[in-house]
């Protein structure tokens, strides 16, 4: 168990160390969680060292080198994972119930609004493959309503780059009467880089996106991303104080999903008219 602890009058007691591990940051959603991470661990009188590494061996080496330091945990952020982390104890962020349960509910949520709209046909991209709590909740609603995922993309990474290709190879091998109608993103980097893909291919394809994390880019004109917002300040909150032993009555986070204009997929009247974004859909 970690405690926290407040350096005496004297100064010569020593705050707790605490690593937060990192494999990349250029997911908008990993660095808003980075700093709530930093900020509510801080609060509690701990100071935190990032270690950021792009493989095992690199991550592995980091945890050693940090030795002197004396780290008291690590802290492992979402997309990220360690293997050596020798007899320290280590909070992974993407085990957390309640962070599972806010993407089940994301999946969902997102689902239901695609439907709302009218879309026939659904698909979902992800960075790896595999099954994730976004895709159970969202393929799980569209079955209940009497739809199924339609396709299932595969970016490979979670960058604008890969996400791009998958879309344009996804555009260009699928007949237009069998192309999905909406997407749904892991992350706001992918439904990105999708979109500027269906943007690129042109040839009057209409698609509708919906992504996860609400970065901010995701409310510029350029996209006008509807997007999942998790309440990453009380999943923090309550995942550090069950990490330090704290009993604090856990509350849950309540995630919300921001609506803007790319789940409609075309133009529709109203506000999305006067909508810089509209001629781009």
């Given at each position: ?95 957390e119930p309640e962070l599972q349960a806010d993407a089940l509910q994301a999946g969902q949520v997102t689902a239901e609004l ?168």
């Amino acid at each position: 168990m970690i405690t926290s602890s407040t350096p005496d009058s004297t100064g010569s007691a020593l705050p707790p160390v605490i690593g937060v591990v990192a494999s990349q940051l250029f997911n908008p959603y990993q660095q808003k969680v980075l700093d709530e991470v930093t900020r509510q661990l801080n609060a509690r009188g701990m100071v935190t060292v990032l270690l950021s590494g792009q493989t095992q061996e690199e991550l592995t080496a980091l945890i050693r080198r940090s030795a002197p330091l004396a780290l008291r945990g690590l802290l492992v952020l979402p997309g990220s994972r360690v293997t050596h982390a020798g007899h320290l104890p280590v909070l992974e962020f993407d085990a957390e119930p309640e962070l599972q349960a806010d993407a089940l509910q994301a999946g969902q949520v997102t689902a239901e609004l695609l439907l709302a709209q009218g879309h026939q046909r659904f698909g979902f991209m992800q960075s790896q493959p595999g099954e994730s709590a976004q895709k159970q909740g969202y393929s799980t609603t569209l079955q209940a309503a009497g739809r199924v995922l339609n396709a299932g993309l595969t970016a490979e990474g979670d960058d604008r780059e890969s996400a791009w290709q998958a879309m344009m190879h996804y555009l260009k091998k699928t007949r237009a009467s069998e192309r999905i109608q909406a997407l749904f993103c892991e992350s706001d980097l992918l439904a990105f880089g999708a979109m500027q893909a269906i943007r690129d291919f042109g040839q009057g394809v209409h698609l509708a996106v919906a992504g996860f994390g609400d970065s901010e880019e995701a409310r510029s004109p350029t996209w006008h991303l509807t997007s999942w917002s998790p309440d990453i300040r009380q999943i923090t909150a309550n995942a550090i104080d069950r990490w330090l032993g704290q009993t604090a009555e856990s509350r849950g986070g309540k995630g919300q999903i921001e609506q803007r204009h790319s789940h409609f997929g075309k133009i529709v009247p109203g506000e999305m008219s006067a909508c810089g974004c509209a001629f781009r859909h």
